[in-house]
């Protein structure tokens, strides 16, 4: 006869959590946990997998084209022609061009008169539509209409308006002031392209400074109140430093889009750059030079680095200056 084993005090029983675990464990180390393993180890490369499509858009329509024209700004290159190194011959010829100078006149006119509005409309009408009336809704999606809008329909719209038998000449004639050379003077034509690139950019521009608006405490409006401030002091005092961060990035980005203005004023001035090429822009001498079949792309390439410099140039004078302040 046997005689039965008493189990010891301090032996615990087999829990059932732990022995419905092994199976499972054993289950996950043999199904999907091995085979996801097994995917690692036999391709360490997997994430570029997801990564090559982006990069190569990139690689494509950014990096190439960026690396082509720099090398092509140091070669005689044209349109059906290799070309040849020259060296900085190109850019010894650029001093020398009255049509550059004429370009770069005009584009850094552009961004004077353009970068001021685009920085404090868009700062005064965000601080219009963020009240919450009724039908401000409406107001918003309107001025933000022409951000949406083709930049060739609103050139025609505005090109058929300033025409000398256009709707404001027609309007001007009727309470006797007379046709005005919108399209036809130099300075005129310059104006009004940039009115053109102000009214376009004011919505856009505007949706930034009302997300940079909403983070502001409304207390500080409030402790201002009290103090006797008015609405002018209060913007100068509180919104103005609230949003100065955002302000400095308004204006890079205007700037750089300023100095490279192009359908604006091709399609108001014409291929020709207005009377006697004299609106031309950098960007517009460049389409000139370096299109068609005899187009000069080394010299065209020279002028597109030019470019590159002094917008690179304008982003570090805006952060040097922000940085300035800070301090």
């Given at each position: ?80 022609m290799p070309g040849k190194f020259v060296g900085l011959a190109n850019f010894r010829e650029l001093i020398h061009d009255d ?229």
């Amino acid at each position: 006869m046997k005689t039965p084993v008493v189990p010891s005090p301090t032996d615990s029983p087999p829990r059932r959590d732990t022995v419905a675990a092994v199976p499972a464990a054993r289950r996950t180390r043999s199904g999907p946990g091995r085979s996801g393993h097994r995917i690692s180890r036999h391709l360490p490369f997997s994430p570029w997998l997801f990564a090559a499509p982006g990069l190569l858009v990139v690689g494509t329509f950014s990096l190439f084209p960026f690396f082509s024209t720099l090398v092509n700004a140091f070669t005689d290159r044209r349109t059906l022609m290799p070309g040849k190194f020259v060296g900085l011959a190109n850019f010894r010829e650029l001093i020398h061009d009255d049509m550059f100078w004429t370009g770069l006149r005009n584009s850094t006119l552009y961004v004077l008169g353009v970068v001021p509005a685009l920085v404090i409309l868009p700062l005064l009408l965000a601080m219009l539509v963020q009240r919450h009336i009724p039908g401000i809704a409406f107001f918003r999606s309107a001025f933000y209409t022409p951000v949406v809008a083709s930049i060739v329909v609103v050139g025609l719209i505005w090109v058929w308006m300033l025409d000398d038998r256009g709707l404001i000449n027609a309007v001007l004639e009727a309470v006797g002031i007379g046709k005005v050379g919108f399209l036809s003077d130099q300075w005129l034509l310059l104006f009004s392209a940039m009115t053109v690139t102000v009214w376009k950019g004011l919505g856009y521009y505007m949706i930034i400074y009302l997300a940079a608006l909403a983070n502001v405490p409304r207390e500080l409006h409030e402790a201002a109140s009290v103090d006797g401030a008015g609405a002018v002091r209060r913007f100068f005092t509180v919104t103005v430093p609230a949003v100065r961060s955002t302000m400095v990035l308004v204006g890079a980005l205007a700037s750089v889009a300023a100095f490279k203005v192009f359908s604006e004023v091709y399609l108001m001035a014409g291929p020709s750059g207005g009377p006697a090429g004299e609106d031309t822009t950098l960007v517009m001498l460049v389409q000139r030079v370096g299109t068609g079949l005899t187009g000069r792309v080394g010299y065209a390439s020279a002028i597109s680095v030019v470019i590159f410099v002094v917008t690179v140039a304008l982003m570090l004078l805006v952060l040097r200056a922000d940085r300035k302040e800070d301090a």
